[in-house]
C-alpha cells in the first residue's frame, strides 16, 4: 500500500515514519507532504492508499485538506495524528470523513492499535 | 488568586508523555523539576492560543538541552544533528505541548503555527500577558521549562 505522511515538522514525518516501521508496517511506499497544500496535490498525483496527516499546517490544514479532497470526489483512507485533542475537532474531523485521530506524543502500540485494520 | 487554568501539575504530566514517547522512552533521564524560575534558558519555542482563553506556551531550554532533544527525536547522535532539526523540533516540542493544552481551556480555541527563536526565553516579550504557571527543571543536567502566559486584559475582564 501507499501512505501519504503530511505534517509541516520534516523531524515529525520521521517520527511518524519511524513508528509505523516499529509497529510492524515498514514495508509500505510511503511519500511525504510538507504544508496542507502539497497534501491536496500529492493525493491526486500520488494516489495513495491512505493519508496520515497533521492538523497545523501552513497553507492549508489538515481538515482543509480532507475536506477538499471529499469535496473533488476522493474517497481515499484519511487520518489524524496532531497534539490536538479537543472533542470539537474530533467531531469535526468525524464529520468530515476522518477514519481515525491519533494524539501526538503517540507510541507504536497505538500506531499498531489503529493501522492493524486498516493496513493489515 | 485562584488556581491557574493550565498548573505546574498539568505542565509536568504533559512533559512526562512528552519524554516517555520521544526523549526518555526507556525511563531512564526523566525531566527532574526545581522550580526555578529564573533558570536560563538559550533557546525557545513558542505557540499562542486565541479564541476563548488568550496567551502563549512557552518551552525554552538551553543549546545542548535542544540538540540533545533533536537527537532522540532523530534517533541520532547529538553531533549529527543539524541547526535546521533543532529548530523543528524546538517548535514541535511547543506545539505538542500546546495542543495537550488546548484540551484543558475552553471549547472555541485555536492554536498557532509554532515559532522558534534561536535566543533566550528573555528576549521574547508577551505584551499584555503575564506568566499563570510554569515547569522548570533539568533534563540530563540541561535546563528546561515550559511556561503558560495568559492575556492579563481577559483575565481583567473576566
Known amino acids: 500500500m501507499k501512505i501519504l505522511i503530511a505534517d509541516d515538522s520534516r523531524v515529525m514525518r520521521q517520527i511518524v515514519t519511524r ?28 494516489k495513495p492508499d491512505l493519508v496520515i496527516s497533521d492538523w497545523n499546517m501552513p497553507e492549508m490544514t489538515g481538515i482543509e485538506v480532507l475536506q ?24 469535526a474531523a468525524e464529520a468530515a470523513g476522518s ?10 502500540e497505538r500506531f499498531d492499535e489503529v493501522f492493524s485494520p486498516i493496513l493489515g | 488568586m485562584s488556581e491557574p487554568v493550565v498548573t505546574e501539575g498539568d505542565l509536568a504530566e504533559m512533559a512526562e508523555q512528552v519524554w516517555v514517547s520521544y526523549l526518555d522512552p526507556e525511563g531512564v533521564n526523566p525531566l527532574v523539576p526545581h522550580g526555578d524560575v529564573k533558570q536560563l534558558s538559550e533557546v525557545h519555542s513558542t505557540v499562542s492560543i486565541t479564541g476563548s482563553w488568550h496567551g502563549h506556551l512557552v518551552y525554552a531550554s538551553s ?19 543539524a541547526q535546521e532539526d533543532i529548530s523543528d523540533v524546538l517548535g514541535e516540542l511547543a506545539n505538542i505541548v500546546g495542543g495537550n493544552v488546548k484540551a484543558m481551556l475552553p471549547a472555541g480555541c485555536f492554536l498557532s503555527l509554532p515559532t522558534v527563536v534561536l535566543a533566550p526565553d528573555t528576549a521574547s516579550y508577551y505584551p499584555a500577558a503575564e506568566r499563570i504557571s510554569g515547569l522548570y527543571g533539568v533534563w540530563d543536567g540541561e535546563p528546561v521549562s515550559i511556561s503558560m502566559w495568559q492575556s ?6 473576566a
Not at chain 1, 477514519?99 to 507504536?108: D, L, R
Request: glycine share 6%; hydrophobic share 50%.
Open chain 2, 152 to 157: 492579563v486584559k481577559q483575565e481583567a475582564s
Open chain 1, 99 to 108: 477514519a481515525f485521530f491519533i494524539v501526538k506524543p503517540f507510541t507504536a
Open chain 1, 19 to 46: 513508528t509505523l516501521r516499529q509497529a510492524g508496517f515498514g514495508d509500505h511506499d510511503l511519500v511525504e507532504a510538507a504544508d496542507g497544500k502539497q497534501a491536496v496535490d500529492m493525493a491526486v498525483a500520488e
Open chain 1, 68 to 91: 477538499q479532497l471529499r469535496a473533488a470526489g476522493n474517497n481515499v483512507k484519511f487520518g489524524f495524528v496532531t497534539s490536538e485533542c479537543t472533542a470539537e475537532m474530533q467531531q
Open chain 2, 63 to 81: 543549546q545542548n538541552a535542544a540538540r540533545k532533544a533533536a537527537a532522540a527525536f532523530l534517533a541520532m547522535e547529538p553531533d549529527e544533528v
